[in-house]
């Protein structure tokens, strides 16, 4: 017997209600007209939400599975819709007086007691179903892009903290399961599209982090250890004779975390050279080096 409601939804005939639902909510974000704008898309959309809304109660699908297309005169659900006003406004419903009425095509016969749903049959149930999910923008702190951690956000009233992973970026999105609006026994998700917030000590290049800091004319000229905050821990790095200002230093493996590898970016420390103020030097140090240093 064949059952066309499945193959509208792409699942088998013993799929649970679990997979029903995954399956319907899957396809009509595909095939909603508000993001698929395909001539067809409509229709399907439609078609889609029809098939819903028989497979996810208990009474409707069990009539269906007793019966399979034979409600629909034989023909499968997609080509008995097309027949019966396509993607038109208020063919849903048409297709239902017509499956119901007890004029035409009502497979179990009587005049218009033939429902086999019982009570009010379907009752508007192919009313395209509320989208219960929310998109809506976060900033985060830079550090909690680079390290992870929890981000404190309120939505509709309702405020809670959200898991970051490390090495999240601008323009990414993050899925809060159940955190959307709530009707009917449904609950929709949360959608995030994330921003991260500046950082005047940091600049990201993919996943490497660069840092300037500044070195002491003395320190740049005859070497010295320098101490150096990073988002993780203070580390001391050896700036070696003659250091020009604009050099890097790579620290390996403490920038961004690829969230594709797994595998972390590199730091690079850049050089300002911090000269003193001619004023604030001895005079006779001034008036050596006016002497000895090279003009060119």
Aim: charged content about 30%.
């Amino acid at each position: 017997m064949a059952k066309s409601l499945y193959e509208t939804l792409e699942i088998t005939e013993n799929a649970t209600e679990s997979e029903i639902k995954k399956a319907y909510r899957k396809l009509a974000r595909q095939y909603h007209p508000d993001v698929n704008k395909e001539a067809s898309a409509e229709e399907k959309f439609k078609e889609i939400n029809a098939a819903y809304e028989i497979l996810s109660d208990k009474e409707k699908k069990q009539q269906y599975d007793m019966h399979g297309d034979s409600m629909f005169g034989g023909q499968n659900f997609h080509d008995f819709s097309r027949s019966h006003g396509g993607a038109g406004a208020g063919s849903m419903e048409d297709i239902l007086r017509e499956m119901f009425s007890g004029g035409g095509g009502n497979p179990f016969g009587g005049a218009g007691g033939g429902n086999p749903f019982g009570g009010g049959g379907f009752s508007g149930g192919f009313q395209q179903e509320v989208n219960l999910d929310i998109e809506t923008k976060v900033t985060i702190p830079f550090i909690v892009s680079i390290l992870g951690g929890s981000h404190s956000v309120a939505v509709n009233g309702d405020r809670f903290d959200i898991k970051i992973p490390a090495g999240v970026n601008t323009g990414e999105k993050m899925r809060v399961k159940g955190k959307g609006h709530a009707q009917g026994g449904r609950v929709g998700d949360l959608f995030l599209k994330i921003t991260v917030a500046s950082n005047p000590e940091y600049e990201r290049e993919g996943d490497d982090l660069v840092k300037t800091f500044d070195v002491p004319l003395y320190a740049a000229l005859f070497g010295e250890k320098i101490a150096i905050q990073t988002l993780e821990k203070e580390i001391k790095l050896k700036v070696p004779v003659n250091t020009k200002n604009g050099q890097r230093f790579r620290v390996k493996e403490m920038g961004a975390m690829n969230r594709k590898t797994k595998v972390r970016g590199n730091l690079y420390l850049k050089v300002n050279i911090v000269l003193p103020k001619v004023e604030e030097l001895d005079k006779e140090l001034v008036e050596m080096m006016k002497e000895k240093l090279p003009k060119e």
